[in-house]
């Protein structure tokens, strides 16, 4: 089955920065979505992001899967996009949907 | 349009006794999973139903954890009888199809075993 791997597993940020956040597989894919957990433990979809690029605000997201990998980018952060945030593609041709390591990020005020 | 809904929000059991969880997915979804969270952990696969078919139990420990889905609708998640080790979350997500849709979460079933 495919791994998935993200990067960095933490990161802190002071409000205002802006950050990227890595997906890696390691094999092609045709369904990859962002997730953001909330610190109620929530998960939120962000983007469903097989390949191109989405923007939602101050997110915004690509994929470039002749590279496989994503990238997720966070502008002028909130403390509210505090959480972790977790990639997740398919493991077979049935797309059950499996999760990476997860990203956990903390914006200071 | 509703989200997912799950039940119970919490509960407290002690090792060796069961539990049930129950899921009612987005109205109109077909596929519906069911994801173990333990602390610290991205969410973990353990059952996929495509209406009420499994797609994929390839994770779920048979031995104690069982999952059904009838008439396509609701699903219930038990475990019995339960470990220390299954203290975690218990994710219920639906989606249209099983192929290219978004997933949505419920906000899930936080368990402990003591």
């Known amino acids: 089955g495919i791994q998935v791997e993200q990067s960095p597993p933490d990161l802190i940020l002071q409000e205002g920065a802006n950050s990227t956040l890595r997906c890696n597989f390691s094999d092609s894919v045709n369904n990859l979505q962002w997730f953001h957990q909330n610190p109620w433990g929530q998960l939120i979809n962000l983007f469903y992001i097989p390949s191109g690029t989405k923007q939602n605000g101050r997110l915004s997201a690509t994929t470039v899967a002749t590279e496989r990998y994503s990238l997720l980018y966070i502008s002028s952060s909130q403390t509210t996009d505090s959480g972790v945030y977790f990639c997740a593609v398919p493991w077979d041709n049935n797309n059950d949907m499996r999760f990476g390591a997860g990203t956990r990020l903390t914006v200071k005020p | ?114």
């Open chain 2, 1 to 114: 349009e509703a989200g997912v809904a799950q039940s119970p929000r919490y509960k407290i059991i002690e090792k060796r006794q069961s539990v049930a969880f129950w899921c009612n997915p987005i109205s109109g979804h077909a596929t519906l999973y069911w994801y173990q969270q333990i602390l610290g952990q991205g969410p973990k696969l353990l059952i996929q139903f495509q209406n009420n078919g499994v797609v994929d139990d390839s994770q779920l420990p048979k031995d104690r954890f069982s999952a059904e889905r009838l008439k396509g609708v609701d699903s219930t998640l038990k475990i019995q009888p339960a470990k220390l080790e299954d203290s975690a979350v218990y994710l219920c997500a639906s989606s249209l199809w099983s192929s290219g849709n978004t997933i949505y979460f419920g906000e899930g079933s936080w368990l402990t075993v003591v």
